[in-house]
């Protein structure tokens, strides 16, 4: 059996390259394509978890994480739909008119 | 059965006035106000005399009757209620209040109905509202049996008249005066106050009849040394006559009096000659028991009254105004009651005081007449020859002077003939007494003088202004009403006091006989002896004659203008008030400097903040973002390490 921490650090490895994704690159669905990676790394700790202690809970939770990225993923394209049409581009630094 | 009805409607009549009045007054037409307001002092005073005839019934040793409304103030051991003491005193001076007060009211609904000062006519309900505000709390002055309700009324009393000097407010001379009638009283007051704190202390209460019998019964309370060696026994009464310094006009206090006539004339009657400025000898009067053992205080207040009276008889020559002539006059005749009271003569003082509300009131109401047909001339000057033209008004004028001067047989020559009287015998215990009375009969003597010349200039003689005579004319029966009744008055109230018509028995002492129970035994009512009476005669009668002469050839006795410079106005100028301005600069300094240093440095602080904070609002998505993933990790290293 592989032990689980590899489960957990290749979770935690896709985690940080999501994260530093979402910070550092200004396209805007790419931003949205590393938020997705950040939940599906938190989903494959829940399953290696849920592997690890036999409980079907860890494997319902995920459920639930890939409702809740589905709503979302509806929600913020249907934003960058909008940004995009109002300014013909996808550049997350080209927002910034609240300005102190 | 009418005798019960209850002290308190006194009160209470005038302050429903003065809530109608303040209230609605202004949405009322033009006479209503007047009339509601005089219909309520004239319920006072039919209250009044009920009660008063209901006292008089009763057996002359027992009047004395109390009333408690409610209880006020019980702390500790200070113990003050509403509540009324109804003896002689006050039975005669609420007389003079509702009775002198009602006229008053009466005539200036027909005065202040034309008021060039107020085109539109709002104001008239205001003045009611204080007139009547002003009869209540004089009221409560004199029917009060404590010393802290007096006070009640006493300083309510100084309110009104700040208000009513100040009426026409727009006017400079109106904003000054009142100003400075209610700050020179509150000098006054502050020695009042003094006073009471230490009764309390020294007694413990402050109800006249635990004080005066704490005086009668346990003198030695009194021997409390307060100021090193000066006792309570002395500081008391002094302290308390500080107070009436200030609020009856004596030297040093009486500044504010000339200014005051800068309010309306019959403001002057009411409060300038008849009642407010009397509030001070009634308290001295109510607290007789209280100077019997401090002789030395009694000699100061005589020497101060003498020097007083003088004073003022010989500024009131020299003044072209009209009523500045009845101002120093009132305050030279204040002089006269507080040397009655010096000496013990409490129901001389009295007297003197029921007499003087009587022709002062008289004579301010007729001047009021005087300038309101001459639409607001006050200088004499341009008057002359008025007689032909106003005769109601020269006649009752004429009765006032005479009475004021001491013209046998009116009012004034008995009042002010027992006074000189009483002081004279009384200077067989201490000498310097009869030079104050000697001092007394020449202020009569220029009292008899400038009465005549007044009137001789306003009334006698040709006119001095043509065109003013020529639109002269008698006013409403509004005005001549109360004038008349006044001018009856100070011929006869005279002989309310007269002591020598032995051979009508009843009529012998009338006025001392009542007051008697009252006081504790002062000067005696005996006959005053026959050579100051004819003495007093002769000042009467010459005075007044000399005055005419004067007067009718416009001779005013001025004072050189060398002489100007040095007055008690510009003293208190030079000093008092220099150094009040002083420390009101200091003050608004330390306000403009800390306080509002302060206040400043705190809302500059939250506005740097506000622009350091403002940094952190950059608008990129980005920074936003990196902020919430460093804030995420702190969280996690924080439960990681727990």
């Known amino acids: 059996m592989v032990p689980t921490s590899f489960y957990i650090l290749i979770s935690a490895v896709l985690f940080t390259i999501g994260a530093l994704g979402v910070l550092v690159r200004r396209n805007a669905i790419v931003v949205f394509m590393c938020i997705e990676l950040m939940l599906n790394a938190s989903n494959l700790a829940f399953v290696a978890a849920a592997r690890q202690y036999q409980q079907m809970s860890g494997q319902v939770f995920v459920f639930f994480v890939m409702v809740i990225a589905a709503a979302e993923v509806a929600v913020g394209l249907a934003i960058i739909i909008t940004v995009f049409r109002n300014r013909e581009t996808l550049d997350v630094d080209s927002v910034n008119e609240l300005k102190n | ?62 009047r004395v009757i109390s009333e408690t409304v409610y209880t006020w103030i019980s702390v500790g051991a200070l113990r003050s209620d509403v509540s009324f003491l109804f003896d002689p005193l006050s039975a005669v001076m609420i007389l003079i209040i509702t009775g002198v007060g009602f006229l008053i009211h009466l005539y200036s609904i027909g005065y202040m109905a034309e008021d060039h000062n107020d085109p539109n006519g709002r104001l008239y309900a205001r003045y009611f509202c204080w007139l009547n505000l002003f009869i209540a709390f004089m009221s409560l002055l004199v029917l009060a049996d404590n010393f802290l309700l007096m006070f009640v009324g006493w300083e309510g009393v100084g309110l009104c008249s700040y208000f009513l000097i100040g009426y026409w407010f727009k006017r400079e001379d109106a904003r000054g005066a009142c100003k400075k009638a209610f700050i020179v009283n509150r000098i006054g007051d502050f020695g009042f106050l003094l006073a009471m704190m230490l009764i309390f202390v020294v007694v413990g209460s402050l109800n006249y009849s635990d004080v005066f019998d704490a005086v009668r019964n346990t003198p030695q309370l009194f021997s409390v040394g307060i100021l090193g060696t000066i006792g309570a026994a002395t500081l008391i009464p002094l302290l308390l006559f500080v107070g009436a310094t200030g609020k009856s006009a004596q030297i040093p206090l009486f500044v504010w009096l000339p200014d005051a006539m800068a309010g309306p004339t019959p403001v002057s009657a009411l409060i300038h000659a008849a009642t407010m400025v009397t509030a001070g000898v009634y308290m ?63 129901a001389f003082a009295i007297f003197h005081v029921l007499a003087h509300a009587f022709f002062k009131a008289c004579l301010f109401l007729g001047s009021g007449s ?52 009483a002081v004279i015998h009384a200077g067989s215990g201490a000498p310097i007494l009869i030079a104050c009375g000697v001092v007394g009969f020449i202020a009569a003597l220029v ?185 995420a990790v702190i969280v996690l290293a924080w439960f990681v390490i727990k």
């Open chain 2, 1 to 62: 059965m009418p005798f019960d009805l209850p002290l308190a409607l006194i009160i209470l009549f005038p302050l429903l006035g003065f809530a109608v009045c303040g209230l609605i007054g202004s949405d009322m037409k033009k006479p209503w106000p007047g009339i509601i307001a005089s219909g309520t002092v004239l319920a006072s005073f039919l209250v009044a005399l009920i009660r008063v005839i209901g006292l008089a019934i009763m057996p002359q040793n027992a």
């Open chain 2, 284 to 346: 001295v009067a109510r607290s007789s028991s209280l100077f019997l053992n401090a002789p030395n205080i009694q000699i100061l207040i005589c020497v101060v009254g003498t020097l007083t009276a003088l004073f003022a008889a010989l500024s009131a020559l020299a003044q072209t105004d009209i009523k500045k002539v009845l101002a120093y006059s009132t305050v030279s005749q204040l002089g006269f009651m507080f040397m009655a009271v010096g000496v013990g003569a409490y």
């Open chain 2, 370 to 421: 005087v300038i309101h047909s001459l639409h607001g001339e006050q200088d004499m000057d341009k008057m002359g020859g008025l007689a032909k033209k106003m005769k109601i008004t020269n006649i009752t004028f004429l009765a006032g002077g005479l009475a004021l001067a001491g013209f046998f047989p009116f009012a004034g020559f008995f009042s002010k003939d027992e006074i000189l009287d």
């Open chain 2, 447 to 631: 009292t008899g003088i400038y009465t005549g010349r007044q009137y001789a200039q306003v009334f006698l003689g040709n006119a001095r202004d043509e065109e003013l005579y020529e639109h002269a004319h008698e006013s409403g029966p509004t005005m001549t009403i109360p004038l008349i009744i006044l001018g009856i008055g100070s011929l006869v109230v005279g002989f309310l006091g007269m002591p020598y018509l032995t051979f009508i028995p009843a009529w012998g002492h009338v006025f001392t006989n009542w007051l008697a129970p009252v006081f504790v035994a002062g000067a005696s009512a005996e006959a005053p002896s026959i050579i100051l009476l004819v003495i007093g005669l002769l000042i009467g009668w010459g005075g007044w004659y000399g005055g005419v002469v004067l007067g009718k050839n416009a001779v005013g006795v001025l004072m050189p203008e060398s002489l100007r410079v040095v007055s008690l106005d510009k003293i208190y100028t030079a000093t008092i008030v220099r150094a009040g301005y002083a420390i009101a600069d200091a003050c608004r300094w330390i306000d403009d400097t800390f306080v509002d240093g302060i206040v400043n440095l705190v809302g500059g602080f939250v506005g740097e903040s506000a622009v350091a904070l403002r940094a952190t609002q950059t608008s990129y998505v980005r920074n936003y973002a990196l902020a919430m993933a460093v804030g």
